[in-house]
């Protein structure tokens, strides 16, 4: 009943002084059909009554008693092959409306609390809010599109005479704007695919709260410039990417020993972007085509993490020879042998759906081995960058040294700069030492911590030698 009240409303608004009021009379009767509707069925069966029976049926005998268009856009995912799901649209356009509702309507549903503390308002059942674009007002209401559907959808309404306008500017300015809504509003997320929800969805996420930054990172001063010049380069080369018809993504590959920041150094980029993580187990990933699945439901603004690489799948030209991959080689080989991906689903995966998307993107992998790797998986063009993450020297020691115990200069510095100059450890395993606990925090706190730093180099440089002198003999 209201849905009619309402169209009745806007055709006077936008008609009055017309000939079409002629017609109206001819369709009055049909009108009269919907209290009874409404008294012998429940609210919603109305509706749809309405919906479904009186209203096409106005629209045959005289369309032009009904010159308004109809766009439903639903938060149901649909997925072809060649098709992006339509979902994000539904969540941008419910952020654009958040704040016409807010001010607007009367019933209201919130929505979003997985986003943090903010929610989003989205008009309920039969309730309509306005928008005006360049002079045009537009409509939204919420509605069953079909009989079927257990779920509503956003209905934009709007005269058929704005269809360009509509289609071509007003909707891609909702997007666009919803789109900035979501990514202000809220904290950023960790997805991962890791999940045992037999629902729709293929990931899940928590919020991403990892405090690494490029401050914290301990690592060559220049080298770490020279990533953060490339970010900023990349997150504003649209207009770039665009005019050289190249899509707008960017391929890392991290590796180095374990312990050395690469985990770390994605998060630090992140956090430097604001972009979400999309953490990709390709153990959890049975074939190309799920695969495939996984990347259409990734979003914008995001790093595409595929951690040991090396690991998740069999990927790497030449098996590992030392003792300890021997050790895990054979349970690594049964993991794989129950996936169905591909080094080739892997590489299209890289290069060719990326194209499909707009909206910029970072895929980064990560591997302890990177010469074991497949060299069609890391050549020029997938991987723009390879960064080696490696052991601790004396620049990344001074940054640790900093975060942990905030100290900038110490006598037993220029110790630690020559033992370091010989020894391999880990930022991870100079981290361990600067630890401070508790019961440590006090004036000697950070000699004890520099002296457990000493101790550790100078026992692992006692066993390299050790090491040296038995390899010299045998
Ligand atoms: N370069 C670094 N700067 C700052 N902290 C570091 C760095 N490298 C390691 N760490 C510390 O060591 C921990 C482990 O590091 P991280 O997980 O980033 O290593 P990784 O290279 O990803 O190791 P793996 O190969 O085992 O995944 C981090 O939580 C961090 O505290
Ligand atoms: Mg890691």
Same mark, same amino acid.
């Given at each position: 009943m209201i849905n009619t009240m309402l169209l009745l409303r806007r055709w006077v608004g936008d008609n009055l002084g017309s000939p079409a009021w002629l017609f109206l009379a001819a369709v009055a009767p049909l009108a009269a059909v919907a209290p009874l509707a409404a008294a012998v069925v429940p609210r919603r069966g109305a509706r749809m009554y309405l919906d479904f029976h009186l209203r096409p049926l106005i629209k045959w005998m005289l369309p032009s008693l009904d010159p308004y268009v109809t766009i439903d856009i639903s938060g149901k995912p649909r997925y072809s092959m060649d098709k992006i799901k339509s979902s994000d649209v539904d969540e941008e356009v419910k952020a654009y409306l958040s704040p016409m509702c807010a001010r607007d309507a009367l019933e209201l549903d919130a929505d979003g609390a997985a986003d943090g503390d903010g929610v989003v308002l989205s008009p309920r059942e039969d309730q309509e809010v306005s928008d005006v674009f360049k002079g045009v007002t537009v409509r939204w209401a919420s509605v069953w599109p079909t009989r079927?559907?257990?779920?509503?959808?956003?209905?934009?309404?709007?005269?058929?005479?704005?269809?360009?306008?509509?289609?071509?500017?007003?909707?891609?300015?909702?997007?666009?704007?919803?789109?900035?809504?979501?990514?202000? *509003?809220?904290?950023? @997320?960790?997805?991962?695919?890791? %999940?045992?929800?037999? #629902?729709?969805? $293929?990931?899940?996420? &928590? =919020?991403?709260?990892?405090?690494?930054?490029?401050?914290?990172?301990?690592?060559?001063?220049?080298?770490?410039?020279?990533?953060?010049?490339?970010?900023?380069?990349?997150?504003?080369?649209?207009?770039?990417?665009?005019?050289?018809?190249?899509?707008?993504?960017?391929?890392?590959?991290?590796?180095?020993?374990?312990?050395?920041?690469?985990?770390?150094?994605?998060?630090?980029?992140?956090?430097?972007?604001?972009?979400?993580?999309?953490?990709?187990?390709?153990?959890?990933?049975?074939? *190309?085509?799920?695969? @495939?699945?996984?990347?259409?439901? %990734?979003?914008?603004? #995001?790093?595409? $993490?595929?951690?040991? &690489? =090396?690991?998740?799948?069999?990927?790497?030209?030449?098996?590992?020879?030392?003792?300890?991959?021997?050790?895990?080689?054979?349970?690594?080989?049964?993991?794989?042998?129950?996936?169905?991906?591909?080094?080739?689903?892997?590489?299209?995966?890289?290069?060719?759906?990326?194209?499909?998307?707009?909206?910029?993107?970072?895929?980064?992998?990560?591997?302890?081995?990177?010469?074991?790797?497949?060299?069609?998986?890391?050549?020029?063009?997938?991987m723009d960058m390879k960064l080696e993450l490696s052991y601790c020297g004396y620049e990344a020691f001074m940054t640790l040294v900093k975060n942990y115990l905030d100290v900038d200069a110490h006598p037993l510095f220029s110790t630690i700069k020559d033992l370091l100059q010989e020894v391999e450890i880990t930022p991870a395993e100079v981290a361990e030492c600067l630890l401070m606990p508790n019961k440590e925090r006090n004036e000697h706190g950070v000699e004890v911590c520099l002296g457990r730093l000493i101790d550790e180099l100078r026992k692992r440089l006692q066993l390299d030698k050790e090491k040296k002198k038995r390899h010299e003999k045998g």
């Open positions: 079927e559907d257990s779920s509503q959808c956003l209905r934009l309404t709007f005269h058929q005479r704005h269809r360009d306008l509509v289609v071509g500017e007003y909707l891609p300015h909702v997007r666009h704007s919803g789109r900035d809504a979501l990514l202000g *509003n809220r904290r950023r @997320r960790l997805y991962t695919n890791k %999940t045992n929800d037999y #629902s729709n969805k $293929v990931w899940t996420y &928590i =919020d991403f709260e990892h405090p690494a930054t490029f401050d914290t990172l301990a690592m060559h001063p220049e080298k770490k410039r020279k990533i953060m010049d490339e970010l900023d380069d990349f997150r504003n080369s649209k207009d770039y990417y665009n005019r050289i018809g190249k899509p707008w993504k960017r391929g890392y590959l991290l590796y180095g020993p374990p312990g050395t920041g690469k985990s770390s150094m994605i998060a630090a980029m992140a956090n430097y972007l604001s972009y979400d993580i999309y953490d990709i187990e390709l153990t959890m990933v049975p074939n *190309n085509t799920n695969l @495939r699945k996984l990347f259409i439901e %990734t979003k914008g603004k #995001s790093i595409i $993490v595929i951690e040991d &690489i =090396d690991c998740s799948i069999d990927l790497t030209s030449h098996r590992r020879s030392d003792d300890t991959a021997a050790a895990t080689a054979s349970a690594d080989r049964k993991r794989k042998r129950s996936s169905k991906m591909t080094l080739s689903g892997l590489l299209n995966f890289i290069d060719g759906i990326w194209s499909a998307h707009s909206g910029e993107r970072i895929i980064v992998f990560t591997t302890n081995f990177v010469d074991k790797l497949d060299p069609a998986l890391i050549r020029r063009g997938r």
